[in-house]
């Protein structure tokens, strides 16, 4: 089992406040990366990063941000939700053998 | 424009049939195509891999072929059982980079 964890599981928070998601990895993965999906679609790249240091955003543009500080965290920021952020955030991680391990995801939701 | 196709949103099977999923892709050249396995409110568990360059790969009940003329994966689940039920999303991998570009995915429900 992959061992990769997502802080909170679920989040209902109300429009114009700031939010952080919390992804980390114990498996000292170099690549990690966030995804966000809506209910019946397809996966979408929103940031990635191939280690400390390193973020790049995605192929679909996102208003949030992220950081990595260190090998093992790789947190998602929301300086001022909107309800057209309300969807489910997924964080993977890889060592570059192709294989993605996902965590279990956050769902959020915006008033 | 690019895009990946699963076929049909859903599709049951009776317990015991062999499922067969669809993955067809337009504009894109992959350097490996996989796939994953999702269940409801959870993240997606790779299944397995398969190179630009292999036709077939197995692993257990699972079977993948990709054919990169047809631009096309299938995805084979035999002596299905209840417990196989989820949706399966297939991932074209461009090499590189390692970014994953997903299908919607197919929601596979085996009947008893």
């Known amino acids: 089992e992959a061992d990769i964890y997502q802080t909170p599981r679920y989040l209902v928070i109300g429009t114009g406040k700031k939010i952080t998601l919390e992804c980390s990895q114990t498996?000292?993965?170099?690549?990690m990366y966030w995804y966000q999906q809506d209910p019946g679609m397809e996966l979408h790249l929103i940031h990635y990063s191939y280690g400390v240091n390193s973020t790049e955003k995605g192929d679909l543009s996102s208003e949030s941000t992220v950081s990595r500080i260190r090998t093992e965290h790789f947190p998602l920021t929301l300086e001022s939700a909107r309800p057209s952020h309300t969807s489910q955030y997924l964080c993977?991680?890889?060592?570059?053998?192709?294989?993605?391990?996902f965590g279990p995801g956050t769902r959020l939701t915006v008033l | 424009s690019q895009k990946i196709e699963q076929n049909s949103e859903a599709l049951n099977i009776q317990e015991g049939k062999t499922a067969t999923l669809t993955c067809n892709y337009t504009n894109y050249s992959p350097a490996y195509l996989q796939w994953y396995r999702q269940d409801p409110g959870r993240g997606p568990v790779f299944l397995l891999l398969?190179?630009?360059?292999?036709k077939e790969k197995r692993k257990e009940r699972l079977k993948v072929t990709f054919d990169t003329t047809l631009k096309q994966s299938l995805f084979h689940i035999t002596a299905s059982q209840p417990a196989d039920s989820a949706t399966y999303l297939c991932a074209l991998d461009l090499g590189g980079a390692n970014n994953l570009f997903f299908g919607t995915g197919t929601r596979l429900t085996v009947i008893p």
């Open positions: 398969i190179r630009e360059n292999e």
């Open positions: 498996m000292g993965h170099d690549k």
């Open positions: 993977a991680s890889s060592d570059g053998r192709n294989e993605q391990f």
